[in-house]
């Protein structure tokens, strides 16, 4: 199966695939998508660069993108140090009570936690962006809509197309007159920041508004509640170019790759499509996470109100490290989408693709016959 956007991308397959492992983001651009690594998590450029110089040596040279983070509004700036003293002295006495109610070690001594994530902020997300245009990357995305009109032009000079997620299609609309060149439809079932229409609801409004505004010149990819060949089928039946999929690739076997036995991974194959919340308590927008004892404890009587980005992820940061290092998987972090309760096993990358592609043609050969 191949659309428009193959074409477009050379690609070989209409499967975008965001992650925030390098790992899985070049297995799936060595199975025929497009691999896009997140780059939120990289404070300091130069670990971006590290990892984009790994993609070049291990994609067999299949086309990769990258996908930064820029609110629409300006987030508070400064260094971490700044920002910290942003924080209320009772939203850390709240965060130091729960770890000790769940049982979550402190950080062993000289272990100290490595700082929040700051690539929330538009300085580090255009130096993400500045780090991403010295490597044959074929697209920039941002997750939080439409890049500053700038960043768009910075790419555009580099003969990188640029995708914005949208959770509405008002939103589509301004992505394209901004000059977005794909627009990601991202329905409410989708991990992560999300908005709060569903997938089937969304997507045949995202592509009609973009089609009228700018015909077929750019193509929508479909995103939340994608797991299986069935659900692309779905999505290219209302008019999708392609699907992107985020969730499905955290319990890949690329995914831990250098790292320990994953509690993540094993809280995400024990959970239903019915064991997620959608939170601020992440990053300080909403965002669609496993429901754990630590989401729970964020939801009793007496917790406070999450803080705005990017303060919220600097109150989290040190708590996240200690909650990975406890190895607890009823106690993780972890945003993820209610197609969880299809991440049944660890599998390779290309077995992954290599099934969506064969479900994706035995659905479409069954609707062959129902004309």
């Keep these: 199966m191949r659309t428009e956007l193959c074409e477009r991308f050379g690609i070989a397959h209409p499967i975008v695939g965001f992650t925030p492992s390098a790992h899985v983001a070049a297995a799936i651009s060595r199975a025929g998508g497009l691999g896009v690594l997140g780059c939120v ?6 670990d971006l660069d590290a990892a984009l110089s790994w993609m070049d ?38 965060v130091e009570r729960m770890l000790a109610d769940l049982g979550v070690p402190p950080l062993p001594e000289g272990g100290g936690a490595g700082g929040g994530v700051l690539g929330w902020l538009h300085s580090i997300a255009r130096s993400h962006v500045d780090v991403a245009l010295k490597h044959p990357v074929r697209l920039i995305a941002n997750a939080l ?14 003969d990188v197309p640029v995708a914005a997620l949208a959770g509405t299609a008002e939103h589509a609309r301004r992505h394209v007159a901004k000059g977005v060149d794909v627009v990601v439809a991202q329905g409410y079932e989708a991990g992560g920041h999300t908005g709060e229409i569903a997938s089937m609801v969304l997507l045949p409004e995202v592509v009609d508004a973009v089609r009228d505004a700018a015909g077929d010149r750019v193509p929508v990819l479909a995103a939340g509640g994608i797991g299986s060949g069935r659900q692309i089928a779905a999505a290219l039946a209302l008019g999708a170019q392609g699907a992107w999929m985020g969730s499905i690739w955290l319990t890949t076997a690329e995914y831990t ?3 320990a036995a994953s509690a993540t991974q094993q809280a995400l194959l024990a959970a239903t499509s019915a064991d997620t919340v959608r939170s601020r308590i992440y990053s300080g927008k909403p965002a669609r996470l496993l429901r754990t004892r630590w989401t729970q404890a964020w939801a009793a009587p007496g917790a406070p109100e999450p803080l705005p980005m990017p303060l919220q992820n600097i109150l989290v940061s040190e708590a996240h490290e200690r909650i990975q290092r406890s190895a607890d998987p009823e106690v993780v972090a972890m945003p993820v989408g209610q197609v969880v309760g299809r991440l049944n096993e660890i599998r390779p990358v290309s077995e992954v693709v290599a099934d969506l592609l064969a479900e994706l043609d035995r659905t479409l050969d069954r609707l062959s016959t129902l004309r």
């Design 41 to 46: 998590r990289y404070n300091d450029p130069a």
């Design 57 to 94: 040596a291990n994609t067999d040279g299949r086309p990769y993108g990258v996908d930064v983070v820029m609110p629409s509004t300006v987030p508070t700036e400064g260094t971490q140090l700044d920002l910290s003293e942003l924080i209320p002295a009772e939203h850390r006495a709240f």
């Design 145 to 158: 809509g439409s890049p500053p009109p700038d960043v768009i032009e910075q790419a555009h000079r580099c």
């Design 257 to 259: 790759e250098g790292l």
